[in-house]
């Protein structure tokens, strides 16, 4: 994934989608609405007003329950056509709704209010207010909800018969204003910490990705450096380390291709090339996957080593790989001009007679001399090996 600078529009966007999400979370505080407007009809209830109480009531119960309900709609994506900037719109509206319906209720119980049931009142707004504190994170729907509370609560204090009466609605007066400071500050450092966030998983991302790209690059470079380019075969260093590290029954065959000089004068290197690819091809066809190696010493030389080989098993393997590169020419379009054929020498090593690996390469390239001066296109063991063979 390509590593771009943020895209503000894109941060205004994961934003507002995170103001959401943080007004949405606090709903279930909605039940906490329905709580104190019971406690407020409880204490109000009264028949002249009766009628005025309940459809507030119900008012409360609605906006509550749409909270309720919307919340579940977000998380489940429904209704699926709706943008966060949809939501943005649905949010401010019922902030202004619920702050209406408290405010103008409140207010108006206020005026009516004796002063136990004014301090339960009061005590419910500002509670109200308090709870409506996760909206700071969208500065708009705060201002929206808590500004009809106090200035309501205001203007019912004033009509009130309370004994403080202007104090009160003084009071509610400048705590709007109050609020809304209080609230801008706490907003912008959440926005802030909002802002932060996504940073940080995009830089977390940023890291993730680069490093993907350097494991590639760190295993392209593996391959490249143990990997012969033309012939796709392991090279002569991998073949070392891989000879290092086999085990005390192995052995090692050298294979070397017959008049490949005469064959590159004759059709030219591309040609020679691609011969070179046909009969690695047919040397890693010929030997066992996982369990042994293929490389390219240079040239027209290979060398095969094979894990946990007997001797029978290495002349086996090594007249498979014979008579596949013998084949070569009619088995398919390997853009090998004509039959090529070659010598292979192959060393063998027991636990019970051990041999440096080198000592193996050593003794594997004399046995491909030896075939080579018997006529060529043939198999011959070591010396060593020869010997053992005719005991």
């Known amino acids: 994934m390509a590593i771009t600078d943020s895209d503000p529009t894109r941060d205004d966007r994961s934003i507002l989608s995170l103001q959401m999400d943080a007004i949405h979370s606090s709903s279930p505080a909605s039940f906490l609405s329905i709580i104190a407007a019971s406690l407020s009809v409880y204490v109000y209830w009264s028949p002249d007003i009766a009628a005025g109480l309940m459809i507030w009531f119900a008012c409360i119960f609605a906006i509550a329950a749409t909270n309720v309900v919307t919340t579940a709609m977000r998380v489940r994506g429904v209704p699926e056509g709706w943008t966060d900037e949809a939501w943005e719109r649905f949010v401010c509206v019922m902030h202004l709704l619920s702050g209406l319906t408290w405010g103008i209720g409140g207010g108006w119980m206020l005026s009516i209010a004796t002063g136990q049931q004014a ?68 907003g912008r450092k959440l926005v802030m910490a909002l802002r932060l966030s996504i940073e940080n998983k995009r830089l977390a991302e940023r890291l993730e990705d680069r490093s993907a790209a350097l494991e590639s690059a760190n295993r392209e470079l593996e391959v490249l450096s143990s990997t012969d380019p033309l012939t ?118 027991s636990a019970e007679r051990s041999r440096s690996f080198a000592k193996l390469m050593e003794e594997a390239d004399d046995a491909v001399y030896q075939a080579k001066a018997a006529g060529r296109n043939r198999v011959c063991p070591a010396a060593t090996e020869a010997k053992r063979a005719s005991a």
């Not at 994170?137 to 204090?157: D, E, K, M, R, S």
């Not at 029978?312 to 054929?341: F, Q, W, Y």
């Open 119 to 186: 301090l339960l009142t009061i005590s419910i707004g500002l509670g109200a207010v308090t709870v409506s504190i996760p909206s700071v994170v969208h500065q708009t729907a705060y201002n929206l909800f808590h500004f009809p509370i106090f200035w309501c609560y205001a203007v019912g204090a004033a009509f009130s018969s309370l004994e403080f009466r202007w104090v009160l609605a003084f009071g509610f007066v400048i705590l709007a204003p109050f609020a809304t400071w209080i609230g801008r500050d706490l």
């Open 232 to 349: 796709g075969v392991a090279n002569r260093r991998h073949l070392m380390a891989f000879g290092r590290a086999a085990p005390p029954a192995c052995a090692v065959l050298i294979v070397d291709i017959d008049h490949f000089k005469s064959y590159n004068d004759t059709f030219g290197h591309v040609e020679g090339d691609a011969c070179l690819v046909a009969v690695a091809n047919a040397l890693q066809s010929s030997v066992r996957p996982h369990l042994d190696l293929v490389a390219r010493l240079g040239g027209e030389e290979f060398a095969v080593v094979l894990t946990g080989a007997t001797h029978d098993l290495a002349a086996a393997i090594a007249e498979t790989m014979r008579v596949n590169i013998e084949n070569a020419h009619s088995a398919g379009p390997k853009r090998i001009r004509r039959v090529v054929t070659a010598s292979i020498g192959f060393s063998v090593r």
